[in-house]
Structure formats: C-alpha cells, structure tokens
T-cell receptor
Framework: ETGVTQTPRHLVMGMTNKKSLKCEQHLGHNAMYWYKQSAKKPLELMFVYSLEERVENNSVPSRFSPECPNSSHLFLHLHTLQPEDSALYLC??????????????FGPGTRLLVL | QKEVEQDPGPLSVPEGAIVSLNCTYSNSAFQYFMWYRQYSRKGPELLMYTYSSGNKEDGRFTAQVDKSSKYISLFIRDSQPSDSATYLCAMTGSARQLTFGSGTQLTVLP
C-alpha cells in the first residue's frame, strides 16, 4: 500500500448506529487530518493531529470523535449521526504542520450516507 | 463573506481550449497558494503551489497570484479530456491550516 488509504470507501448507517472510519498513511508523515467535503461547499477541516497534539474545529459536533493511536493511523468514531452528516470524509497527511507550505496528501475518502 | 470564493461552474470546454480557473480571497495574511485537482471518487491531489505574488509554470499549467487584488488563477493550455475534474484552490498564511475554495467542476469535451 502506498500513500494514504481509507476504509471503508462507502458506508451507510442509521442515526442510532456507531461506526468508525479508518485512515492509514504510508508516507512517514507526522501530521494527519480529517476533512468533511459536502457538495458545493469548501473542504471543512475537522481535526488535526500532530505529534500527539490535537487541534480541532470548534464547530465540529461531539458525535464525531477522533483517535490517533500513532503517527500512521487515524480513526474517526461516529455515533448518533444526523442525515446532514452525509458527506465525503477525507483523510490527509503532511510532513509537518509547522512548515509554511502545507503539502497535504489526501486519501480517496469514505462516502458516508446517514439514513 | 466567505474567506475564499470560487465559481463552482460547471465549466465545459472543447479539447484544446485554454481554461482559466479563478479564486478570490479576503484574508491578506495568506501567502501560500495551491491548486488541487480532484477526480471523481478520488481525494484531492496537489497540482501546483506558489508563494506570494507571481507566476509559476509547470507543463501545460500556469498558476498566477496577484496579492494586491487578492486574486489567484490557474490556466490550463491545450486542455485534454483527462483534465476533466474538480479544481480546488487552497491557501494559508503562517498558520498550519489550509482554507479551501468550494471547487470548480471542469469538463473537457473530446
């Protein structure tokens, strides 16, 4: 596997379900990100993990819970989601978030549908 | 007002045409400007980046930044059907986070 991988690629869940999205980067990077991409809207940064420090967008609801056990793996735990949470969830990684040029490498995304 | 404005399109052009994609922004602190390309059912991939004002060329692609007007452009010469994708502009200042435009959907017709 190369680059940034995400599983599953597609997910359908009910509002009472609990599920997790997984991301793995094979680039030796030390920062990882979760983004939400909705149709016709800009990518919305949800969470950043860098060297075990977490930075989050304060507007992200608590029904989204990230976990970063090490620099190569990132999870997004989902519970009691709403239909408006249906979107493409993208994971990205970069060498270091403190470098001026933010070259982020993206995974293919998980297409989530909440019924 | 959004920090970054980008016309969502869709934009359709014939093969071989010159394509111009644009973004405007409001935050004067932005110094680094990127263009990402996103094919259907794929994640965005970095196409080009520029620092401050000026032009940068890479093959058929030219990125321009005009900081005085807070306006950036991506030109694609001799466009090909394989260029059909959504193009996202992104930018950042000294902070670690990128601010993205909403993307322009481009179709190059053979």
């Amino acid at each position: 596997e190369t680059g940034v991988t995400q599983t599953p690629r597609h997910l359908v869940m009910g509002m009472t379900n609990k599920k997790s999205l997984k991301c793995e980067q094979h680039l030796g990077h030390n920062a990882m990100y979760w983004y939400k991409q909705s149709a016709k809207k800009p990518l919305e940064l949800m969470f950043v993990y860098s060297l075990e420090e977490r930075v989050e967008n304060n507007s992200v609801p608590s029904r989204f819970s990230p976990e970063c056990p090490n620099s190569s793996h990132l999870f997004l735990h989902l519970h009691t989601l709403q239909p408006e949470d249906s979107a493409l969830y993208l994971c990205a990684s970069s060498q270091s978030p403190d470098r001026s040029v933010e070259t982020q490498y993206f995974g293919p995304g998980t297409r989530l549908l909440v019924l | 007002q959004k920090e970054v404005e980008q016309d969502p399109g869709p934009l359709s052009v014939p093969e071989g045409a010159i394509v111009s994609l644009n973004c405007t922004y409001s935050n004067s602190a932005f110094q680094y400007f990127m263009w990402y390309r996103q094919y259907s059912r794929k994640g965005p991939e970095l196409l080009m980046y520029t620092y401050s004002s000026g032009n940068k060329e890479d093959g058929r692609f030219t990125a321009q930044v005009d900081k005085s007007s807070k306006y950036i452009s991506l030109f694609i010469r001799d466009s090909q059907p394989s260029d059909s994708a959504t193009y996202l502009c992104a930018m950042t200042g000294s902070a670690r986070q990128l601010t993205f435009g909403s993307g322009t959907q481009l179709t190059v017709l053979p």
